[in-house]
T-cell receptor, first 110, second 114 residues
Framework: GDSVTQMEGPVTLSEEAFLTINCTYTATGYPSLFWYVQYPGEGLQLLLKATKADDKGSNKGFEATYRKETTSFHLEKGSVQVSDSAVYFCALGNNNDMRFGAGTRLTVKP | EAGVAQSPRYKIIEKRQSVAFWCNPISGHATLYWYQQILGQGPKLLIQFQNNGVVDDSQLPKDRFSAERLKGVDSTLKIQPAKLEDSAVYLC????????????FGPGTRLLVL
């Protein structure tokens, strides 16, 4: 069945460092791919999404490109801030189903 | 646009007691989901409603969990009797129609079973 595998954490970075969180997937057909973010004590919020191959989703300085050839949707940000500290979930939507990765905790230190 | 509302935000009960959670989805969203999120894990779907009908409850422990969505709007999730392993955050989400679309999450209810 469909599945999502994302980079294990936790990830700790200094402010203004470059961020990459890896996400790969297995799916049949043409899934949509998502990154959700969960701040402490809150529910998940959609960060960005891409619905077809080569699409780039972007929001708040974060970017991810839907790569069908490598079945990947890695999350990147050029310069992280303390306020980006949260748990990030990669997700795959396909065939009336949504699968979430286990989450990667990011801590950004000043 | 108002987001997904959930209450209560926190609940502490003893094992074998019962508890109920409430969710009001975004207006106009036909599909409503209840997820269980155990600490350190991703959300696990418990049940999905399309309007007031159940679409998928394959991972709902039906011996103790029940859910309803009367009138196709708000929903309640009940646990009776609770077990220690039910300690988790219960997330409600909604989407316009299908599960593979963007889902919008409420803040969650954090349950601690002692």
């Amino acid at each position: 069945g469909d599945s999502v595998t994302q980079m294990e954490g936790p990830v700790t970075l200094s402010e203004e460092a470059f961020l990459t969180i890896n996400c790969t997937y297995t799916a049949t057909g043409y899934p949509s791919l998502f990154w959700y973010v969960q701040y402490p004590g809150e529910g998940l919020q959609l960060l960005l999404k891409a619905t077809k191959a080569d699409d780039k989703g972007s929001n708040k300085g974060f970017e991810a490109t839907y790569r069908k050839e490598t079945t990947s949707f890695h999350l990147e940000k050029g310069s992280v801030q303390v306020s980006d500290s949260a748990v990030y979930f990669c997700a795959l939507g396909n065939n009336n189903d949504m699968r979430f990765g286990a989450g990667t905790r990011l801590t950004v230190k000043p | 646009e108002a987001g997904v509302a959930q209450s209560p935000r926190y609940k502490i009960i003893e094992k074998r007691q019962s508890v109920a959670f409430w969710c009001n989805p975004i207006s106009g969203h036909a599909t409503l989901y209840w997820y269980q999120q155990i600490l350190g894990q991703g959300p696990k779907l418990l049940i999905q409603f399309q309007n007031n009908g159940v679409v998928d409850d394959s991972q709902l422990p039906k011996d103790r969990f029940s859910a309803e969505r009367l009138k196709g709007v708000d929903s309640t999730l009940k646990i009776q009797p609770a077990k220690l392993e039910d300690s988790a955050v219960y997330l409600c989400a909604s989407s316009i129609r299908r599960r593979q679309e963007t889902q919008y999450f409420g803040p969650g209810t954090r349950l601690l079973v002692l």
